[in-house]
């Protein structure tokens, strides 16, 4: 069971990123699943949760109305499209399955991580 993090980069302030997150050795569509990223000395927070059939989002009031989760179920992938990117968004995005099929923000409900990707951005 592997998930991996991909997309992430160094942009400029306002420029737009979509980070993906492939999983393999089984399937996850009945899984709600989100991203959390880690900034340098903070510890790791929610950013979004998409849940197993898609038709719910949760979003953390940082991000709402400038990045977008989604699922495609049939790919086994995970998207998260950062638009607006602010310096504030420097960090490790890592996306995860959690144990259950609704949308959740609770990091311990999330039992499966992937390794992460670096999102840098610039002033």
């Known amino acids: 069971v592997q998930l991996q993090a991909s997309g992430g980069g160094l942009v400029k302030a306002g420029d737009s990123l979509r980070l993906s997150c492939a999983a393999s050795?089984?399937?996850?569509?009945?899984?709600?699943l989100g991203w959390f990223r880690q900034a340098p000395g903070k510890e790791r927070e929610f950013v979004a949760a998409?849940?197993?059939?898609?038709?719910?989002?949760d979003y953390a009031d940082s991000v709402k109305g400038r990045f977008t989760i989604s699922r495609d179920n049939a790919k086994n992938t995970l998207y998260l499209q950062m638009n607006s990117l602010k310096p504030e968004d420097t960090a490790v995005y890592y996306c995860?399955?959690?144990?259950?099929?609704?949308?959740?923000?609770?990091?311990?409900?999330?039992?499966?991580w992937g390794q992460g990707t670096l999102v840098t951005v610039s002033s």
């Open positions: 995860a399955v959690s144990g259950f099929g609704a949308t959740t923000r609770v990091l311990h409900e999330y039992d499966i």
């Open positions: 050795g089984r399937t996850f569509s009945r899984y709600g």
């Open positions: 998409v849940s197993w059939s898609g038709g719910s989002t």
